[in-house]
């Protein structure tokens, strides 16, 4: 496949800054509202439209929470079960194209399910595959599929039957992958998707069937070349990344993209670092993020709204964690009891 290659060259050691030194400002504290049926575990998946915010909690809870803009609780969905409209386990949790809702995934009983924006449920669909992550993109869905297929995505249609096979896997990198977290980022404006491959330097954006080149970084000694999967072919994933960190390489974790940026999170060497790359300079700072509490609000970051703010979340219990860093945004978390629920936080860079 050939691609077409933007000027998205990413140098991570373009410059390397202390988080202090980054120009990021907490646009807005939204503490969600605190009861015995609303309290967040985890955060595992978050977005927020125009009906309000969404949150899967998929490893303690096991549910999906709705609380309005303003963090007032509004409903929580755990329908553990085998029967229609029920699921065993929140696999992956994603929202649907043209504000109609959220749907779930179980992957254990290979299943979709689908609820409105009121959490009420819809309808299940079977599913003709396994696949890592989902995105719902105007009438058809795109996968990323498992690490022993052939294709990386593969768009398929409302009834989940396969169309199109796009961006071939190597049999070296067969089994290999970084992490559970869904890396589909789906723009609902354009239907285009943005997503990372697993262990490779590029981030790719599908649209219209077509799939392109968009950013790529340009310190390729960072990654696992073909060489060293080869020389390491049937090792057990859980060794291999072990091996991976030990020879310094790095492993994206994931990535957020506003307008005019792009945020690139990844751990190196054990450590958490983010990349703010500039659209318009095509200028790099690099940070790592330690004990900071900016550092650590860009890390958690989900997704992006009115396509400039940053969304983010904290518990509160977690505050005193970065005392050293949080005297100057104290104002904003002055009304957060200890005690309460997770915080939204909104960050602009």
């Not at 030990?246 to 940026?261: A, H, S, W």
Request: with cysteine.
């Amino acid at each position: 496949m050939s691609f077409i290659a933007t000027n998205g060259k990413i140098d991570l050691t373009q410059k390397i800054i202390n988080v202090s030194d980054m120009e990021v400002n907490i646009s807005k504290v939204i503490p969600l509202e605190t009861t015995n049926r609303s309290i967040v575990g985890e955060i595992n998946n978050l977005f927020i439209n125009r009906s309000g915010i969404w949150i899967a909690d998929q490893l303690q809870a096991n549910a999906v929470y709705k609380f309005g803009l303003d963090g007032s609780f509004i409903k929580k969905m755990k329908r553990i079960g085998k029967a229609e409209g029920e699921y065993i386990s929140l696999g992956s949790f994603f929202q649907l194209s043209k504000n109609r809702g959220c749907a779930i995934c179980d992957r254990g009983q290979k299943k979709i399910l689908f609820f409105d924006n009121n959490l009420d449920f819809i309808k299940e669909s079977a599913l003709n595959q396994r696949f890592f992550s989902i995105a719902s993109v105007g009438d058809q869905f795109l996968i990323q599929t498992t690490p022993d297929q052939e294709n990386y995505i593969e768009l398929l249609d409302a009834n989940f039957n396969k169309q199109q096979g796009l961006i071939h896997r190597p049999k070296c990198v067969y089994q290999y992958y970084s992490g559970t977290l869904d890396r589909l980022k789906v723009d609902y404006s354009t239907n285009s998707v943005t997503y990372n491959p697993p262990l490779t330097n590029a981030i790719y954006q599908w649209k219209d069937g077509e799939v392109k080149l968009k950013y790529a970084i340009n310190n390729i000694e960072l990654f696992p070349n073909i060489n060293f999967f080869k020389e390491n072919q049937g090792m057990h994933p859980v060794k291999m990344f072990q091996k991976i960190s030990k020879q310094k390489y790095l492993t994206v974790i994931d990535f957020i993209e506003t307008d005019d940026k792009l945020l690139l999170k990844y751990l190196m060497e054990g450590e958490k670092m983010v990349t703010i790359y500039d659209k318009q300079s095509e200028k790099s700072e690099t940070v790592r993020i330690g004990n900071n509490l900016i550092g650590n609000l860009l890390y958690n970051s989900r997704c992006v709204i009115n396509k400039n703010l940053i969304v983010s979340y904290i518990y509160p219990c977690d505050l005193h964690k970065y005392k050293d860093s949080i005297e100057k945004e104290s104002k904003k978390f002055s009304t957060v009891s200890v005690d309460d629920n997770a915080c939204i936080v909104l960050l602009k860079l």
